[in-house]
């Protein structure tokens, strides 16, 4: 595998599995320092980088909540003495509901989590990159609930759509300072995330699979990898973007 993020400093979000844990693996092996970051457990990741030969930090962080956040950016500016890329794939689903019949405190929840999150990400590693000088990449995970709507999933919808008004917005502001900032749409995927949620709903576990050309879930390696390119020099040119990796599903 191609070394080409040899030296650089890495922070993942939503690390602990499913797409993120991809993700941090495949920085690592790609020769980056990855803070590993999630509010749950990271040693099955952190456990599967080191024994690879990689090198990690593990984080715990709550992206609802802003010294969290800010602390996890001061871990990998502390212990590596720089930041490079992140990749804030952090989030949550919730039950379906009718909006009219929407629970307002699950509402809440999923907006502080999947879009004030990605906002606070946002923030504090912009603040990093522009304190250093030497630019930077960010991948922020939305969904095709981010151009398409979900229904049953007003929350969901709403804030993957937030998503990416988040990144064109700071792809724009930043883009003078080398600093690109692009966005990753995963259709179904393979997910410790959309598992429990078909789990709890088997007209999900009927559907979802039907919902693309392939008939089969994506794997989390195969979004993390779209994302990891993202953040890579090969995308150097690309900001701002809104990648669909989702098997056709939205392009019919």
Not at 15 to 25: E, F, N
Not at 147 to 165: N, R
Not at 170 to 194: C, F, H, K
């Amino acid at each position: 595998m191609e070394r080409d993020f040899e030296g650089k400093v890495v922070i993942v979000t939503g690390a602990a599995g499913g797409i993120g844990a991809a993700a941090s693996r495949s920085f690592a092996a790609r020769g980056a320092k990855v803070i590993v970051a999630d509010i749950a457990a990271v040693d099955e990741t952190t456990t599967a980088i080191t024994d690879a030969g990689g090198e990690c930090a593990a984080c715990r962080v709550d992206v609802a909540e802003n010294p969290s956040v800010e602390a996890m950016v001061q871990l990998a500016l502390d212990t590596y003495g720089r930041l490079d890329a992140a990749f804030n794939n952090a989030g949550i689903s919730h039950k379906l509901a009718s909006l009219h019949e929407a629970d307002v405190d699950e509402w809440q929840r999923v907006i502080a989590i999947n879009l004030s999150g990605a906002f606070l990400c946002l923030r504090a590693e912009i603040a990093a990159f522009v304190a250093q000088g030497t630019g930077g990449a960010i991948v922020c995970t939305s969904s095709g609930a981010g151009i398409v709507a979900a229904p049953m999933q007003a929350a969901y919808t709403a804030a993957k759509h937030g998503v990416l008004g988040l990144v064109k917005v700071a792809a724009q502001e930043y883009a003078r300072q080398s600093i690109r900032v692009n966005a990753v749409l995963p259709g179904p995927t393979d997910t410790p995330m959309l598992r429990a949620s078909m789990r709890d709903n088997p007209f999900l576990e009927q559907i979802i699979p039907r919902s693309t050309p392939t008939g089969v879930l994506a794997t989390p390696e195969s979004v993390a990898e779209a994302a990891v390119w993202l953040c890579s020099d090969a995308a150097g040119a690309v900001s701002g973007a809104s990648l669909v990796v989702d098997g056709g599903a939205l392009c019919r």
